[in-house]
Nanobody, 128 residues
Framework: QVQVEESGGGLVQPGGSLRLSCAPSGRSFNRYTISWFRQAPGKEREFVARLRWSGMTSTGYADFVKGRFTISRDSARNTVYLQMNTLKPEDTAVYYC????????????????????WGRGTQVTVSS
């Protein structure tokens, strides 16, 4: 059974930074997609960023985080990170890590139904 553990959320002032971590465990994959989604109160869950591995790494971002967020992986630690800079109050949400056993094509990356495993979420609050 695959478990997905997130960490790194917290309270930060506008313009500040946070780094989220996602550590899947229980299985290894020859190819996968690991993405971050977020859900703010009263809103639907939305795609934030993804890292796809199929022999080489490929990343993708939602337009509203391009230039501010960076997704990366540390293969030695089996951990994927989401570095969030220049945070805005509208970034406040619960952030979820999702794992797909497939190297998802770009048109599928934002659809939660294509992900097999989810973490419980970590709260990010951007407020002065």
């Amino acid at each position: 059974q695959v478990q997905v553990e997130e960490s790194g959320g917290g309270l930060v002032q506008p313009g500040g930074s946070l780094r989220l971590s996602c550590a899947p465990s229980g299985r290894s994959f020859n190819r996968y997609t690991i993405s971050w989604f977020r859900q703010a109160p009263g809103k639907e869950r939305e795609f934030v960023a993804r890292l796809r591995w199929s022999g080489m790494t490929s990343t993708g971002y939602a337009d509203f985080v391009k230039g501010r967020f960076t997704i990366s992986r540390d293969s030695a630690r089996n951990t994927v990170y989401l570095q969030m800079n220049t945070l805005k109050p509208e970034d406040t949400a619960v952030y979820y890590c999702a794992v797909s056993e497939s190297a998802l094509i770009t048109s599928s990356q934002a659809n939660p139904q294509f992900y097999n495993y989810w973490g419980r979420g970590t709260q990010v609050t951007v407020s002065s």
